[in-house]
């Protein structure tokens, strides 16, 4: 592992509990020092941590694409962090309960000196047991909060009966199948569970998610954000594969919020391993599959008016 | 391609311990000040030390150098002019905020920005107040007049503090993190998130695009007589030309090639002398007229953050990510 910074994000609706967790990660007895990037003063009763205020400044990059978007105050504020390196071991972006996780994500990609400095480790989203359902049908960013996560705190499961919080877990699943979800009450959840997850490191994504592979059970509901998958039972050609997830993620960008893919290239050792946010992908070959694995290709997109069967068809098309 | 310089000048330097990453240098006098991320100002001549506890707990994130003093911002809001002699006077606060810019005009005036607040104080002690459309990431006060511009997204604004004139808007679609006057006053150039160049020709509003960069230009500094602005962010010192009309259709120079990005430009004060420090802690002095080169610094591994020629070009000051400075001077 380099010596990047690992920065944690954390997302979720106005009420969720964000704030509740963030007090618990900081007071809990870790060792471990955190710079913390809030956008309102006071909510933070930790003193002995530094605590930087954001205003959530989101750019356009001038590549007439709409959803190439970075944030600027925190390319400012990590800037300004890495002046005092050595100060402290991990930087926690608190978002706004409006805000698109989008942007934030991108950074990491798309500032070159963020990205060279620093390496997004999570996207953690906390969500109301309580409330989610009805924040999904009226809001569309707690919905993208969900899809965007690699970490669910699911909070506040007192308030609930137990076939509520079955039923909104389905919900999140239906809408992001590959988080790892953890039912709480006053968001509290061991924070090894929140912090160093490595969940953008694409070595991780097999070590986090082992059932990544294994055939998913499908959920149908009528979320407009909704996952899909689509799995090879063996090699892709690489030389079809590239050009046309290339081409996918440039034209489907806007509607495609994550995108994760696990890939046997035809004559290659190793797993590719990929993944996105909109247009960005980041992708490599990592692990050697092991002697008497099955040798097999999986894709999954979460994102909106996902055309299943044009997705389904076109990946087939690129087995080797 | 790499080109050995044909003369070292190395042993004309004197190795400075900073202690923490320099943000800025300047000069006051005979003594070399240099501003720290710890804080802290270390003013020296090369053998006597003196540390100013500026921003006593805090962290400094700009500096700039202003008549007799050397002008720091921090991240504890707070705008503290720096003397020779050690002495501070906070000038400027925005609690609870970080200082994103900092600029020096004539007369002792400054001006620092927090978020979309922008902030003069002229030399009379006079403060005046700006609201930027965004951030305001970049200042830089005009030459001539009391006029400061300040880079925001999506433009460059120019505003007169002192009158109620209508701040003058020169859009242009982006992010541009700072910005840079000519000495003339002709010509306003901004860096950009996008590894690009911006410039307008203020008389008649003309748009200039200077690209090509593989990365953020972080320093911009013009020629003494104003016809040259070299800038960083390239394997080269990127050199365009101001004279006539401007480097529009024309191509820049490219001057100190090497297989590392230079990181920060100093033009000399009086002479077509460039220095360029590089991302490896590489320091050459380039002459524009022949392109011949003197190494000042070998690459010490840690890339140069700040340089800075003294009033008579005699000495230069710099200061790296490690904390590592020097005090160079020109043999006689």
Request: glycine share 10%; hydrophobic share 40%.
């Amino acid at each position: 592992m380099s010596d990047k910074i690992p920065v944690t994000v954390l997302t979720g609706y106005l009420g969720a509990g964000k704030t509740t967790l963030l007090n618990r990660i900081l007071s809990e007895p870790h060792g471990k020092k955190f710079a913390v990037v809030v956008n309102e003063f006071g909510e933070v009763g930790i003193d002995n941590e530094l605590v930087v205020g954001a205003d959530e400044e989101v750019f356009e990059m001038n590549n007439g694409c709409i959803c190439c978007t970075v944030r600027g105050d925190l390319i400012r504020i990590i800037d300004g962090l890495m002046k005092r390196k050595g100060q402290f071991d991990a930087i926690i972006v608190e978002t706004t309960g409006l805000a698109d996780p989008a942007p934030v994500a991108q950074t990491f990609f798309m500032d070159e000196d963020v990205s060279s400095k620093t390496r997004l480790d999570a996207v953690v989203t906390v969500v109301d047991a309580k409330w989610l359902t009805e924040r999904l049908k009226d809001a569309p960013e707690a919905k993208n909060q969900v899809a965007f996560a690699d970490v669910i705190i699911l909070n506040k499961t007192d308030l609930v009966t137990a076939e509520e919080l079955a039923a909104v877990e389905a919900q999140i699943r239906a809408i992001n199948p590959y988080a790892k979800i953890h039912r709480t009450q006053r968001a509290g959840v061991d924070i090894a569970e929140v912090l160093g997850r490595n969940a953008f490191d694409l070595d991780r994504v097999l070590e986090l998610e082992p059932a990544f592979l294994e055939e998913g059970h499908h959920h149908h509901h009528d979320e407009d954000v909704q996952s899909v998958s689509f799995t090879i039972p063996g090699d892709v050609d690489p030389a079809k594969f590239m050009p046309w997830i290339n081409e996918l993620v440039q034209q489907e960008g806007p509607n495609i919020l994550r995108s994760k893919g696990i890939l046997a290239f035809k004559g290659e050792p190793k797993r590719f391993v990929f993944q996105g946010v909109h247009m960005i992908l980041d992708g490599d070959l990592t692990l050697d599959w092991k002697p008497g694995e099955k040798r097999q290709s999986k894709i999954v997109f979460i994102g909106r008016n996902l055309n299943r069967e044009a997705l389904n068809k076109a990946f087939l098309a690129c087995a080797a | 391609m790499t080109v050995a310089p044909s003369q070292s000048l190395t042993e004309h330097v004197v190795a400075v311990e900073a202690g923490a990453h320099v943000i800025g240098a300047g000069w006051l006098g005979s003594k070399a000040a240099f501003a720290l991320a710890d804080g802290h100002l270390l003013l020296t001549d090369g053998s006597e030390h003196t540390r100013v506890a500026a921003h006593p707990g805090g962290g400094i994130l700009v500096s700039a150098h202003a008549g007799k003093t050397i002008v720091t911002g921090g991240d504890d809001g707070r705008v503290v002019a720096t003397a020779a002699d050690g002495s501070t006077r906070e000038c400027g606060k925005e609690p609870g905020r970080w200082i994103d810019a900092l600029a020096s005009g004539r007369d002792g005036a400054i001006a620092w920005s927090a978020g979309k607040a922008v902030r003069t104080l002229d030399g009379k002690g006079q403060m005046r107040s700006f609201t930027a459309p965004t951030t305001a990431q970049g200042l830089a006060f005009m030459p001539k007049g009391y006029r400061l511009a300040v880079a925001h997204y999506n433009g460059v604004t120019l505003w007169f503090p002192n009158t109620d004139a209508k701040p003058d808007v020169f859009a242009w679609k982006g992010s541009h993190l700072s910005v840079t006057v000519s000495p003339d006053g002709q010509y306003a150039v901004t860096a950009m998130q996008e590894n690009a160049l911006h410039g307008w020709r203020l008389s008649d509003r003309k748009d200039m695009r200077m690209s090509g960069y593989p990365s953020k230009t972080r320093s911009l500094s013009w020629s003494h007589d104003g016809n040259w602005l070299a800038t960083s962010g390239a394997e080269a010192a990127i050199v365009w030309p101001f004279d006539k009309q401007g480097p529009m259709g024309r191509a820049p120079r490219e001057c100190g090639v090497r297989p590392v990005r230079v990181a920060r430009v100093a033009f000399h004060p009086r002479a077509l002398v460039l220095a360029s420090a590089y991302d490896d802690g590489t320091i050459l002095l380039i002459r524009l007229t022949d392109a011949s080169e003197l190494l000042v610094q070998d690459a010490t591994g840690s890339p140069i953050t700040a340089l800075a020629w003294n009033d008579t070009g005699r000495s230069l000051a710099f200061g790296d990510e490690a904390g590592n400075g020097g005090l160079f001077t020109l043999p006689s």
